[in-house]
């Protein structure tokens, strides 16, 4: 840290001078522009503020490529450049992944190269209407799992399984909106959040993306399962999948809303929930269907859970 003196210079104009080794690095010259934005803990002052920035990797194919295409997405690489030889298979894994990050598309491809650019701006969409987005998908993907199981709907249950990758989309998105954003002042104030929220917002993503998780889960048992013809253990599992939509809903509202009686309430159904659990797992020991109703039962669980944990951010100074 450099502790500099500002200075009156006359005439009501007030100057701060720069450590010339900084003007070296950055390669700062007489008459460049600066831009200066106001954050809750100071100024920050940063040079050739109307610049954009591409940046560039590339990668080898390894057994990692879709973790290595993943990680250069979300740190916000522009392009990304794969060097092969490519096999049939690892193509399919490339594009896979690809179809998982939001705004990546190929524009070049041969037998030994794929060339990914960057077609969405991170900055253009606001990362509370993305989370809203990422929740309602995830939380549709619950319902619908639960009423594939009761009505023993297969392609509804396929259905809720491929969805898994559109939840997963926007979660690598924001991760790569608050990632650039704790870079960036400009795409802070673009996407509407702050430092000090990218944390939470980024466990509130996370959780989101495992409530599609267990809901894919559930879809898989579905697929499975033989139909169901017990109509009390089926409405008491539904009931326990109500209560965990709720408590999922109330906790993302509460969070959103910084609503601290909301989210006490969700933490107050906390007890409630697993009792209800407890129970449903003695009655499930009978049925035929045990071991799959079982890994039901868990899921549902899994999501309650996660609205429990976004709750407990709803309380914030």
């Known amino acids: 840290m450099e502790i500099r003196k500002l200075q009156y210079s006359g005439k009501g104009t007030f100057v ?9 690095k950055y390669g700062i010259e007489k008459g460049d522009k600066f831009g200066i934005v106001e954050m809750e803990n100071g100024l920050y002052i940063t040079p050739r503020f109307n610049e954009t920035h591409d940046r560039t990797a590339t990668i080898g194919v390894t057994d990692y ?3 290595e295409l993943i990680a250069r997405y979300t740190y916000g690489y ?5 060097k092969g030889p490519i096999s049939s298979s690892e193509r399919t894994v490339i594009k896979d992944t690809i179809g998982e990050l939001l705004g990546y598309d190929i524009i070049e491809e041969s037998e030994d190269k794929i060339v990914i650019t960057d077609l969405l701006n991170p900055a253009q969409l606001n990362t509370f209407k993305t989370l809203r987005r990422e929740f309602f998908l995830a939380s549709l993907m619950h319902s619908d799992a639960v009423s594939a199981m009761v009505n023993h709907d297969i392609e509804l249950a396929r259905d809720v399984i491929r969805r898994d990758s559109e939840v997963n989309k926007l979660y690598f998105f924001t991760v790569r909106q608050l990632r650039t954003a704790l870079q960036d002042t400009r795409v802070a104030d673009s996407i509407g959040v702050n ?4 944390m939470d917002i980024r466990v509130v993503s996370k959780a989101i993306e495992e409530i599609g998780d267990h809901a894919a889960a559930i879809a898989k048992v579905v ?7 017990d ?3 089926i409405g008491r599992i539904q009931d326990f999948s109500t209560l ?7 906790a993302l509202r509460a969070f959103l809303e910084t609503d601290k009686e909301c989210g006490g309430c969700v933490l107050r159904k906390k ?3 697993y009792a209800i659990k407890d129970r449903l797992d003695e009655h499930v020991l009978s049925s035929a269907h045990a071991i799959h109703l079982r890994n039901v039962l868990e899921n549902i669980k899994g999501i309650g859970e996660k609205g429990i944990e976004v709750a407990q951010l709803a309380y914030k100074p």
């Open 65 to 67: 490529v879709s973790k």
């Open 16 to 24: 701060l001078s720069l450590p010339k080794k900084w003007l070296e």
């Open 195 to 198: 430092s000090l929220e990218s």
């Open 231 to 233: 109509g009390a253990l």
């Open 78 to 82: 522009n392009h990304v450049i794969i």
């Open 271 to 273: 007890d409630e929930f």
């Open 244 to 250: 965990a939509e709720e408590i999922t809903k109330n």
């Open 223 to 229: 697929l499975q399962l033989a139909p169901l013809d």
